[in-house]
T-cell receptor, first 117, second 115 residues
Framework: DSGVTQTPKHLITATGQRVTLRCSPR?????VYWYQQSLDQGLQFLIQ???????AKGNILERFSAQQFPDLHSELNLSSLELGDSALYFC????????????????FGPGTRLTVL | LAKTTQPISMDSYEGQEVNITCSHN???????ITWYQQFPSQGPRFIIQ???TKVTNEVASLFIPADRKSSTLSLPRVSLSDTAVYYC????????????????FGTGTKLQVIP
């Protein structure tokens, strides 16, 4: 158990719809990362937040957006869903606010499997 | 942003040592090299990280030559449970306490351990 939680575990929806994926980082971690992994593909970095601020952007579509709240949990919003958005979405967290992590290791959650029909 | 190249797949028999090499010719001075392991339908798990020379922990060793343009993950005496995808990452920690500015996972190396 990495300490990172993601909800829901599974999500089935239709094209054109909008969904929200939720992530709670490990206690004390200030950074949250979102990744997309399509079937048999590597992980595609989408976006990173640190202490509420966007820090880095990867291959994130304009239809997707994210935010990190004051309690450090994060949400990834996916809108106008297409069949190709079906994938596993992972959240990861890193960097303890206690400053004990010098390796910037990322701890990954179990993922949310999104199926768009 | 340093790009990494790894073999797509490898097979190994149980009990053998496995070495997976990653090329990162454009690695920058501030970049660290990190390896992750991923089982199907699970999130990746940190294995080891290093900057130069050799790093060893309870599960693996990481060898980094002086020019740092490549690195080798060594798994001693693999078992069936080591069958997974292994990712090599090169990350820039420059300046920000928020960790890697941009993290790129390649396609990874699919290791199949054979009984």
């Amino acid at each position: 158990d990495s300490g990172v939680t993601q909800t829901p575990k599974h999500l089935i929806t239709a094209t054109g719809q909008r969904v929200t994926l939720r992530c709670s980082p490990r206690s004390g971690d200030l950074s949250v990362y979102w990744y997309q992994q399509s079937l048999d593909q590597g992980l595609q970095f989408l976006i990173q937040y640190y202490n509420g601020e966007e820090r880095a952007k990867g291959n994130i579509l304009e239809r997707f957006s994210a935010q990190q709240f004051p309690d450090l949990h994060s949400e990834l919003n996916l809108s106008s869903l297409e069949l190709g958005d079906s994938a596993l979405y992972f959240c990861a967290s890193s960097v303890s606010s206690l400053g004990t992590s010098g390796s910037y290791e990322q701890f990954f959650g179990p993922g949310t499997r999104l199926t768009v029909l | 942003l340093a790009k990494t190249t790894q073999p797509i797949s490898m097979d190994s028999y149980e009990g053998q040592e496995v070495n997976i090499t990653c090329s990162h010719n454009n690695i920058a001075t501030n970049d660290y090299i990190t390896w992750y392991q991923q089982f199907p339908s699970q999130g990746p798990r940190f294995i080891i990280q290093g900057y130069k020379t050799k790093v060893t922990n309870e599960v693996a060793s990481l060898f980094i030559p002086a020019d740092r343009k490549s690195s080798t993950l060594s798994l001693p005496r693999v078992s069936l449970s080591d069958t997974a995808v292994y990712y090599c990452l090169v990350g820039d920690k420059s300046g920000y306490s928020g960790g890697y500015q941009k993290v790129t996972f390649g396609t990874g190396t699919k290791l199949q351990v054979i009984p």
